[in-house]
């Protein structure tokens, strides 16, 4: 459950920071996460890649509230896009084939 968000994270940090971001399958809405100032400069390599991957883990548990992935397709997919089929979470196009199928 956790990795299926993981691996639909986009990458978009640049100079300024560590930020990754989201887009819901369903709705488009694009979620970022709160940008992280890198403590050291890229010079550093191997430092720089364990913030970055402080960063991810970080980001990873802020998405965590605002995004699932759906039970069914993995599609990620914010939390008004999610529909309850049982106890099931599932995005609205399964829901909707779900439904059509009963
Ligand atoms: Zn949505
Ligand atoms: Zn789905």
């Known amino acids: 459950m956790k990795q299926r968000i993981k691996e639909h994270f986009v990458d978009c940090s640049d100079k300024n920071g560590f930020c990754f971001s989201l887009t819901c399958t369903i709705c488009g809405t694009v979620w970022k996460s709160t940008l992280m100032k890198p403590e050291v400069s890229t010079a550093v390599k191997r430092l720089y890649q364990n913030e970055y991957n402080r960063a991810r883990e970080a980001a990873y548990l802020e998405a965590a509230t605002a995004f699932t992935g759906c039970r069914l397709c993995e599609a990620p997919v914010c939390k008004k896009c999610m529909v309850l089929m ?17």
């Open 86 to 102: 049982g106890d099931m979470e599932v995005c609205s196009s399964c829901a909707r084939r779900l439904r059509s199928k009963l």
